[in-house]
């Protein structure tokens, strides 16, 4: 399916997928207003240097699969929207090193984000779907979800905690490259949490292990571990083009596919440690 080597596409990735968070210098994030409310440390002050880290994808498959303890031995771990740890840990280990929500949760569901102590861990990082290689001025005059005043709302309360806005040009620039990849015509919808989480950690970690994104054995109709929901489309995709996302990681694992089969285990390299 995937044109280049999975090499090439290494490199592909790691030279046009820019991975940033929205700053103070960012077009209209330059008011005085918004000097309050981004953080003023930068991401990779607020992490440091990464070695091993894990992905957790919210997928049914990860119940009863007991990776807990395994997750909870890399040295960040990265989970989505509103996926709980507590009462899962056997299953889906307990640290939580960055949360990445999208703008629906920040919005549609904005009084649990702002109430729920499940937001208070870690680094939360945000993201809204824009328009196709939208320039940021546009997008910020139409965001998908208008999330800014929850945002602020959320900063206000806890101003603390690392929370940052993924800069919208990553999205569209990584969906390029799934395009190019594909042999099919993808639906032009941003890429899922998902897999915008994995190239996030692929720039701050060396090494980065991602679970049930690729489903094992356990692949379940079931959407997420911790909901009794199903729906085929949560593993396969709907809007977002994750079965295109899930081929082109399939093409990049480094692991076995016994990993895949067993745990549902997926090991990518750290883009510093990608030679072009
Ligand atoms: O379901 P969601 O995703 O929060 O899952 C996070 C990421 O895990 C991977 N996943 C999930 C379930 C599954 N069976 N297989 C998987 O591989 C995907 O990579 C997914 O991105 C999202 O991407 O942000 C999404 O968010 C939800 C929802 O908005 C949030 O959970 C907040 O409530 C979307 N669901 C709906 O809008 C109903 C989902 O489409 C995408």
Redesign the pocket.
Same mark, same amino acid.
């Given at each position: 399916n995937a044109k280049l080597s999975p090499e090439k596409l290494l490199c592909q990735l790691r030279d046009r997928v820019n991975v940033t968070m929205i700053q103070r210098s960012d077009g209209p994030f330059g008011t005085s207003e918004w000097q309050q409310y981004l953080p003023g440390k930068s991401l990779s002050e607020a992490v440091g240097h990464l070695g091993r880290c894990a992905v957790v994808?919210?997928?049914?498959s990860l119940k009863s699969s007991r990776l807990g303890q395994e997750i909870d031995s890399h040295d960040a771990v990265l989970r989505?929207?509103?996926?709980p740890v507590r009462g899962f840990q056997d299953d889906v280990g307990q640290k939580t090193t960055i949360r990445l929500v999208?703008s629906? %949760?920040v919005t549609v569901?904005e009084q649990q984000f702002l109430r729920e102590p499940l937001y208070n861990t870690g680094i939360l990082i945000v993201w809204d779907p824009a328009p196709y290689h939208a320039e940021i001025h546009e997008w910020y005059r139409k965001p998908d979800y208008n999330f800014f005043e929850s945002y602020k709302a959320y900063r206000r309360t806890h101003p603390e905690q690392p929370f940052y806005i993924l800069n919208p040009k990553m999205q569209w620039q990584l969906w390029d490259i799934l395009q190019e990849n594909s042999l099919e015509h993808i639906q032009p919808n941003p890429p899922?949490?998902?897999?915008l989480g994995i190239v996030l950690m692929m720039t701050l970690c060396d090494q980065v292990d991602v679970y049930?994104?690729l489903p094992s054995k356990r692949q379940t109709d079931i959407?997420?571990y911790y909901q009794k929901f199903h729906d085929h489309a949560?593993?396969m995709g709907a809007?977002?083009p %994750?079965l295109f996302e899930k081929n082109l990681v399939k093409h990049l694992n480094q692991g076995t596919d016994e990993d895949i089969y067993t745990h549902g285990k997926v090991t990518l390299p750290g883009f510093q440690k990608v030679h072009c």
């Open positions: 994808s919210s997928a049914g989505f929207n509103g996926a999208n629906q %949760l569901e899922s949490s998902g897999m049930e994104f959407c997420h949560c593993t809007y977002h %994750l």
